[in-house]
């Protein structure tokens, strides 16, 4: 949904990752997957920077995200068990956790 203002300009109303190529200024749109929960949308309030998604996100949240994963998705048994144990550990006392991930270009089929 977009909004033209009264100067010519406009804004989007929903969020989307766009991204620059500094050199051929090309650009486009861009979607993050989480490959450690099964493949699904990362969360998009995130920073991508030098190759690298980096999340700070509050215990309660992570563990809700995490419970999900584990009833909604194929994930490997290796996987699984990393989810579990992770989840299993979080207390909604614990300080927020930092996610950090190293990104890896999929071709547009994905």
């Known amino acids: 949904m977009e909004q033209t203002d009264n100067h010519g ?8 990752n766009f991204i ?6 090309k650009g ?12 699904g949308d990362a969360f998009w309030f995130a ?19 995490l419970e ?5 998705t194929n994930l490997l048994p290796e996987i699984r068990e990393k989810v579990n ?11 927020n956790y930092l996610l950090i991930g190293r990104m890896k270009q999929m071709n547009d089929n994905h």
């Open 9 to 16: 300009g406009s804004e989007t109303r929903e969020h989307r």
């Open 20 to 25: 620059v190529d500094k050199k051929t200024l």
């Open 28 to 39: 486009g749109l861009y979607k993050v997957h989480n490959d450690f929960l099964g493949g």
């Open 47 to 65: 920073s991508c920077r030098n190759g690298y998604y980096i999340r700070n996100v509050d215990p309660g949240v992570l563990k809700e995200e």
């Open 68 to 72: 999900t994963a584990l009833k909604t």
């Open 85 to 95: 144990t992770l989840a299993s550990s979080i207390q909604e006392n614990d300080n």
